[in-house]
Nanobody
Framework: QVQLVESGGGLVQAGGSLRLSCAAS????????LGWFRQAPGKEREFVSR????????YYTDSVKGRFTISRDNAKNTVYLQMNTLKPEDTAVYYC???????????????????WGQGTQVTVSS
């Protein structure tokens, strides 16, 4: 049974930092690309970042470039999202997801990912 478990969310003031972690089990971790998505109340789930199987390539949505960093440790079956200079508009539930290698045209879509975590709440106060 595949499980993705996020942790590290919480309440932080604007300008602060959080580091999200997502621990995976039940899958060959190094064979999957990993992604982070977020969903704010009343909004659709949106792509935040992606890292390829080896970690050689990373991708970000424009609004987080320069502030967020995705990384992975294949020995620990864990993917991370370091979030710096947080803004109130970053407030959302953050989800990690695992999926096979895919076309660059669809990696920002939820359908590119097979497995999902339960999410962790990030709240940024102004």
């Amino acid at each position: 049974q595949v499980q993705l478990v996020e942790s590290g969310g919480g309440l932080v003031q604007a300008g602060g930092s959080l580091r999200l972690s997502c621990a995976a089990s039940g899958l060959t971790f190094s064979s999957y690309a990993l992604g982070w998505f977020r969903q704010a109340p009343g909004k659709e789930r949106e792509f935040v970042s992606r890292i390829t199987q080896s970690g050689a390539a990373t991708y970000y949505t424009d609004s987080v470039k320069g502030r967020f960093t995705i990384s992975r440790d294949n020995a620990k079956n864990t993917v991370y999202l370091q979030m710096n200079t947080l803004k109130p508009e970053d407030t959302a539930v953050y989800y990690c997801a695992a999926g096979p290698p895919t076309l660059t045209s669809i990696y920002k879509t939820t359908r590119a990912y097979t497995y999902w975590g339960q999410g962790t709440q990030v709240t940024v106060s102004s």
